[in-house]
């Protein structure tokens, strides 16, 4: 597995989210494609706004992956390839 704890990235270590999952099952489908390309992340839960039919902002939690900025073309294309697009990073 290649998923390791938040604090395992060095202090002052650079990293980037790369995605940004809103539900379990596609925080899992990440996690599945980053273990199958064997690259280190971290999963941390952040909260952020989602619009409502009533205009409010409605905040929710979701599980954002990050990694070391050399990893993120390489997580990018295997996200993309498993259809994993809606809370992919621009790069």
Excluded at 18 to 32: I, N
Excluded at 39 to 62: D, K, M
């Amino acid at each position: 597995m290649t998923r390791i704890a938040m604090e395992a990235f060095e202090e002052g270590t650079e990293i980037v989210r790369v995605y940004l999952a809103t539900t379990l099952a596609e925080a899992r489908q990440v996690e599945a494609v980053l273990d199958a390309v064997a690259l280190r992340y971290a999963v941390e839960v952040e909260e952020f706004a989602t619009p409502t039919a009533l205009g409010s902002n409605a905040p929710r939690r979701g599980a954002g992956f990050w990694l070391a900025p050399g990893d993120l073309d390489a997580s990018c294309d295997a996200l993309e390839r498993a259809g994993l697009v809606r809370g992919l990073v621009q790069r």
